[in-house]
């Protein structure tokens, strides 16, 4: 079984400030991981992802994330951000059978002026 | 192309009802998952339809079952609700099965079970 634990709910942050949202998995095999945001009342996009290769990942608005095997973490990171990163954000896995996802129970940012 | 689009966009039923949602997935892809996210939480995956065959399950009682049809739409049917049935149900499609084939996901269905 695999679980993935997004170890802050909430993270208000300020307008051009640098944010990190934490995520770590437990899994017995290899995982693929995903970054997916939610803007209010939309549903999930994918942010960025991990397959291979170099293990840190970027998205085209300024987000990336490392994945780190030895901790089993995968956190983004933007180095300033806007208000309109206001979202929640799930960390996701996946084993290397299929695409059926395990989300974190996911992280709300909050962007202030 | 038209992206993933769920319908209803809300609903309200009353415990023991049934209900039906329906899943029309995005142009060229044969793939639909369902997922189950309850307020506050992340989405939990429910089960998997690839060209009209089930293709995985999570963790979800038979109540909760699925149909996928010839043009790769999909509906999620529950029977008998529960009052912990409320929430907001994801459709997302993909191009196939494989790790590497993304999941798109539709704005969801939310279902209120008074």
């Known amino acids: 079984a695999q679980s993935v634990t997004q170890l802050d709910s909430q993270v208000p942050v300020f307008e051009e400030a640098p944010v990190e949202l934490r995520c770590n998995y437990s899994s017995s095999v290899s995982v693929y991981l995903f970054w997916y945001v939610q803007y209010p009342n939309q549903g999930l996009q994918l942010l960025l992802k991990?397959?291979?290769?170099?293990?840190l990942v970027k998205s085209i608005n300024g987000f990336e994330a490392e994945f780190n095997k030895s901790q089993t973490s995968f956190h983004l990171r933007k180095p300033s951000v806007h208000i309109s990163d206001t979202a929640e954000y799930f960390c996701?896995?996946?084993?290397?059978?299929?695409?059926?996802?395990?989300f974190g129970g996911g992280t709300r940012v909050l962007v202030k002026p | 192309e038209t992206g993933v689009t769920q319908s209803p966009t809300h609903l309200i039923k009353t415990r023991g009802q049934q209900v039906t949602l329906r899943c029309s997935s995005q142009?060229?892809?044969?793939?639909v998952s369902w997922y189950q996210q309850a307020l506050g939480q992340g989405p939990q995956f429910i089960f998997q339809y690839y060209r009209e065959e089930e293709n995985g399950r999570g963790n979800f009682p038979p109540r909760f079952s699925g149909l996928q049809f010839p043009n790769y739409s999909s509906e999620l049917n529950v029977n008998a609700l529960e009052l912990d049935d409320s929430a907001l149900y994801l459709c997302?499609?993909?191009?196939?099965?494989?790790?590497?084939?993304?999941?798109?996901f539709g704005p969801g269905t939310r279902l209120t079970v008074l």
């Open positions: 997302a499609s993909s191009a196939g099965t494989g790790v590497t084939d993304t999941q798109y």
């Open positions: 991990y397959l291979s290769g170099s293990t």
């Open positions: 142009s060229g892809h044969n793939t």
């Open positions: 996701a896995v996946t084993r290397a059978a299929g695409n059926k996802l395990t």
